[in-house]
């Protein structure tokens, strides 16, 4: 018997026989019950069950079927009812235990199916042994020798769905959504798989906050859970999570890189993971005008950090004594901010890569070359609902502007973090 702490709630099926109702309630003592009966066991909850308890339950309710030997009919009331009487009583899922010994056996099938995904301890009554049951040992068990089996939920070997459905949220982009399903599986699988899945949670939440750029929370969280996943999974040679274990390592170092590097270096990887998040709106969601918006936020980040890189010229507060003469007076004449302390020009894409070009820059060279292409893109761009426009940015549209971005960073596919494919 596998020791288990005594549950809040439980679910008890309530057949002919009421001695093992008995037995569980008052070896488990539970707050709340729910009784699962039919039309004819009904009546022996307060005639039987009640007045046999030794102790006095918070409170008590009842799930009715009216087909017991319908296992449809008996799923669909318990998947309906049951939820609301848990509400009702500000009980969890996994604070609930069932007890599927009586009633018929399409109540005992529908009251595992309906609790498995979401339920962690599961119990029925028998005997210890054959002479604690009548008939030579093969009839029912004898009053007073009830014995407790508890259950391990298989749901951990049933649990191709879910992982299958977790995978599908991972490669899809949906992280937290994800993380949500391994985390209710954690509460689920036996003891040992505990861990695996709740680091896998906490790793899959950090792929949330890694796409909605909070680098540092991401990186911390990755690497907590990807070492523990390495050691829960260190004995586990089979299972497909580890498969990936490697493609989750290269990502952290690519993050660790990102959240410790410096100057050139951190402008550099910024820029490759704000295309890299561009492409998995495009490719994971089909969001082509989220895409565009991250791709141009990476063309004006080019000029920006090369500006501040190679130059030490900040465009949103650059002095007008820095701008080539060339420029200086229509820089001066459009874009003089004098609100502040001093006088500062505030450069924007356009004009910080006229800016690079004008210092001989070769980034703002290769603007200025490709400037009649680009502008056919923004323009397009521009019209976006996310930009000044109404009209949805077209898959061929951002798939130019990508082009366009890579050549001017001067970088492949190959420097883009890539997520892992996950096949659990």
Not at 25 to 35: A, T
Not at 218 to 242: H, T, W, Y
Not at 308 to 316: L, T, V
Request: charged share 25%.
């Amino acid at each position: 018997m596998i020791s288990q702490p005594s549950p809040m709630a439980i679910l008890v099926n309530v057949g002919g026989a009421t001695a093992p109702a008995i037995h569980t309630l008052n070896e488990q003592k539970p707050r709340f019950i729910c009784f699962f009966v039919s039309n004819t066991s009904k009546p022996s909850i307060q005639t039987n069950i009640l007045p046999a308890l030794q102790y006095q339950p918070e409170h008590y309710d009842w799930i009715e079927t009216k087909a017991p030997q319908s296992l449809l009919e008996c799923y669909r009331v318990l998947a309906r009812k049951l939820p609301d009487i848990l509400d009702k009583w500000g009980v969890l899922w996994n604070d609930l235990a069932v007890e599927y010994t009586s009633g018929t056996k399409p109540m005992s099938v529908a009251a595992v199916l309906v609790t498995i995904e979401h339920c962690s301890t599961f119990f029925y009554v028998g005997a210890k042994d054959s002479a604690d049951r009548d008939r030579d040992g093969i009839g029912v068990v004898l009053d007073g020798k009830e014995y407790t089996w508890f259950q391990t939920n298989p749901w951990e070997e049933l649990a191709v769905t879910a992982r299958k459905e977790i995978s599908l949220l991972f490669n899809h982009g949906r992280f937290r959504d994800a993380a949500q399903r391994a985390r209710q599986l954690a509460t689920v699988v036996p003891e040992d798989m505990k861990r695996i899945y709740e680091n896998l949670a906490v790793l899959l939440d950090a792929y949330s906050q890694w796409d909605l750029f909070e680098y540092k929370t991401a990186q911390s969280n990755l690497q907590k859970a990807l070492s523990a996943l390495k050691l829960f999974l260190a004995d586990r040679s089979i299972d497909p999570l580890r498969l990936v274990l490697d493609d989750f390592q290269m990502n952290a170092d690519f993050l660790k890189a990102l959240v410790d590097e410096k100057g050139e270096i951190l402008h550099r990887l910024d820029t490759c993971d704000l295309i890299s998040n561009a492409v998995r709106r495009a490719e994971l969601a089909g969001r082509f005008d989220d895409a565009v918006a991250r791709l141009y936020s990476a063309l004006e980040s080019l000029a920006r950090y090369r500006l501040a890189d190679a130059y030490q010229i900040n465009n949103g507060q650059a002095s007008p004594e820095q701008i080539p003469e060339a420029l200086r007076e229509d820089f001066t004449h459009r874009l003089l901010d004098e609100s502040g302390p001093k006088p500062v020009l505030k450069l924007g894409s356009q004009d910080s890569f006229r800016l690079l070009a004008s210092l001989g820059d070769e980034l703002g060279q290769r603007y200025v070359n490709q400037q009649a292409e680009l502008n056919k893109v923004l323009l397009v761009r521009n019209s976006s609902r996310l930009a000044h426009g109404r009209d949805p940015v077209k898959p061929d549209t951002y798939q130019k502007l990508f082009e366009i971005v890579m050549s001017f960073a001067g970088l492949t596919e190959n420097d883009l973090p890539r997520f892992p494919v996950l096949r659990l």
